[in-house]
Nanobody, 122 residues
């Protein structure tokens, strides 16, 4: 059974940093066309934040470019999101996701999701 588990969220001050982790089990990273991070706030659509494909190519939404970095540890089947210079508008529940199709910022293109981890920036 494929399982993704996020961790690393918390409450930080504006300008602070956090590193989110997503441990994947029952899933071979090379089998996924794309791994991604999304975030969602109440009353809003789920937003694509960053993605990385099987070739290591990355994509970031404009609002986080230059501040967030997506990376992976293949040996430990772990996906990371390094978040720097955090702003109050980054406050959301963050989810990791995996999909067998090409990389996209559309949530519907992803097959597997983690449970989410809360990030609060004050």
């Amino acid at each position: 059974h494929v399982q993704l588990v996020e961790s690393g969220g918390g409450s930080v001050q504006s300008g602070g940093s956090l590193r989110l982790s997503c441990v994947m089990s029952g899933y071979r990273y090379s089998s996924a066309a794309c791994m991604g991070w999304f975030r969602q706030v109440p009353g809003k659509e789920r937003e694509g934040v960053a993605s990385i494909d099987t070739y290591g190519l990355t994509h970031y939404t404009d609002s986080v470019k230059g501040r967030f970095t997506i990376s992976q540890d293949n040996a430990n089947n772990t996906l990371y999101l390094h978040m720097n210079s955090l702003k109050p508008e980054d406050t959301a529940v963050y989810y990791c996701a995996a999909g067998g199709g090409g990389c996209t910022s559309s949530p519907g293109a992803y097959d597997y999701w983690g449970q989410g981890t809360q990030v609060t920036v004050s």
